[in-house]
Each structure stands twice: as C-alpha cells, then as structure tokens.
C-alpha cells in the first residue's frame, strides 16, 4: 500500500474562528461535515464556505469546552460520524442525506447521538438521543469498563456499523470493535426503541503493531470496495487512555475481517506527525481511493487540517 499528501487546508469558519479539535468527517449536503469533540456544533465544509450546523443543544450554558477553563468533563465527544444508508432513509423523517453523529463513551457527557440533516431540509432540528444502555451493552461486549470506553471511529458494512475502540495497547485496553445493528440504531435514535434493545456483536481485537515503542490504536475508518475496512490509527504516548499525550506515529491499515492485511505510514504533514481523527472517501479508483482525512491540532487555538490523501492499495 503506498499514501500520499495531495493537499493540506487549515479549516476555519467563516469569521475566521478555527474549527477545532476535528474527529469526524463525513460526506454532507454537498460538502463535507467534521466533527468537533469540544463543542456542541460540528463544521459544514463547503467549497463556498465553513459554517456551524448545531449537533446538540447546549450543556450548562457552554457551546465549546476546555481543559483550562475546568470545562472538559462537559464535552460531549462526538468522535464517529456515518451517513445514514439509502435503503433506510425512507424510515426516517426528512431523511435526505442524513448522518449520524456519536459520542466516545468513557464518560456519561458522552454516550450522546444525533441524527443530523442538512440545512434547508425537511425536519432540519437534530434529533438527538442518550445511548447510555446501549454504550454499557458495547462496554460489556467489549470486556472493559465503561469509564475506559473510547468509541473512536465507525463504518457501515452491510447492515451493521462497525465501531472501532480505540483503547490503549500499551495499558492493556486494546484497539477492537463491534457490530451494531444499523436499522435498530436509527430506531433508537428516532425514539421508537430502547437503545438498550440494540443488538451489539462481533467483537474483535487488532494487534496493528507499534511505532516508536507505543502502541497503534483505531482512530477512524472507511469501507473499501472489496468489504475490507481502512483504518487510521495512531501512537500516542499516554499511560491513560481516558488522556491526550504525544502522537509519535501515525498510519493506514486494511482490516480483512481481525486481520491486518496491509499498513503504511502516513506522511508528515507540515513537518510532524499527522494526528488523523477522521477519514472519508472522497472517491474510489481502480488502485484504492482518494480520501479526505481531518488533523486534530489538540489546541483549540489551532485550526484543524483538512488533508486530501491519495491511497494505492
């Protein structure tokens, strides 16, 4: 498998704030959304523009949250993103390109989803739902405590989403994930189910190797056209995976089922280690496909990079 930078561009709004802390990309109403997981509203990336759409309402007054300002406890997280299949959208309410929005779990500020639309839509308003059963049910299935969950990263593959764990190899948590029946997720997002009632399985646990010593854990994922799964995944040199630390290594996997089938370093980006926290697929060619990936700064100063990736698998 080879990588390559095409392009790199600092994301910021339209008034110039940056977008912060980016942790999901998805494909939305002709552009592209990404998540912010210190803020309750994610970045509509357009070739015209860079506007906020809100994901959840505000908590305790706050919109955007931060370690300096005691605050951090309170963010929601929101770190896997997925667009909602076609075959089921016509059970959802003004569904036309809907995408879903999900919280890591290792907190109770973080076992939120959204079912988002865009703008201009029919039934526009987010709908939004507390999934606390069902992150304790993925927990369980998982083996780990629920304070230790850190939903990183999802995919649809067939009918079901595969939710990456992203852990601490080094600390014994590792990379894995699950299998989440998609139909019955939107249900309970929608409000016409018990998030306890949806159907977790399929774990699986990947040993993607080291870099530097530190150990590689999922951060985002993309379905391939020929079922396999691409993840990125980066080392970062923590003893807790519940904290930030440095990223001494960063790259792309193909996951053929609980095997790693292909992995490449990602190139520096500006000169240092590309934090990859979202990937989407822009294109699929004969070779593999062109991605666009998002660079979370972990300053909330930084504006988040958006880095066009060409793969050849």
Avoid: I
Avoid at 109 to 115: D, E, F, I, Q, S
């Amino acid at each position: 498998m080879q990588v390559e930078v095409e392009h790199v561009t600092a994301l910021r709004f339209d008034d110039g704030a940056p977008v912060r802390a980016a942790s999901a990309v998805v494909a939305f109403g002709g552009g592209w959304l990404v998540a912010q997981d210190d803020a309750t509203h994610a970045a509509w990336v357009r070739p015209d523009g860079v506007t906020p759409v809100r994901a959840l309402p505000p908590v305790r007054g706050l919109d955007t949250f931060e370690e300096e300002r005691g605050t951090k406890a309170l963010k929601p997280d929101l770190e896997a993103a997925f667009v909602v299949p076609g075959d089921l959208l016509v059970d959802l309410p003004g569904g036309d390109g809907a995408v879903v929005l999900l919280g890591s779990g290792s907190s109770p500020a973080r076992v939120r989803g959204c079912l988002l639309r865009p703008p201009g839509s029919a039934d526009a308003e987010p709908l939004v739902a507390d999934l606390a059963p069902l992150y304790a049910a993925v927990a369980c299935r998982l083996g780990v405590d629920a304070d230790l969950l850190n939903l990183e990263g999802a995919c649809v593959v067939g009918d079901v989403l595969r939710w990456f764990q992203r852990g601490l190899p080094d600390a014994g948590v590792p990379t894995a994930s699950v299998d989440v029946d998609v139909r019955a997720l939107l249900t309970a997002l929608a409000g016409e189910a018990r998030p306890a009632d949806v159907p977790v399985t399929g774990e699986r646990r990947y040993d993607l190797g080291s870099v530097r010593g530190v150990g590689l854990a999922v951060t985002d994922a993309v379905l391939l056209p020929d079922g396999a799964v691409l993840v990125s995944a980066a080392a970062e040199d923590t003893p807790d995976p519940r904290d930030d630390g440095p990223v001494v290594g960063s790259v792309l996997a193909v996951l053929d089922g609980g095997v790693v089938r292909d992995r490449v370093d990602l190139p520096h980006v500006h000169g240092g280690v590309a934090k990859v926290e979202g990937l989407g697929v822009v294109e699929h060619t004969g070779d593999g496909a062109r991605l666009l990936a998002t660079v979370d700064a972990d300053d909330p100063t930084e504006p988040s990079l958006a880095v066009g990736l060409r793969v050849r698998c």
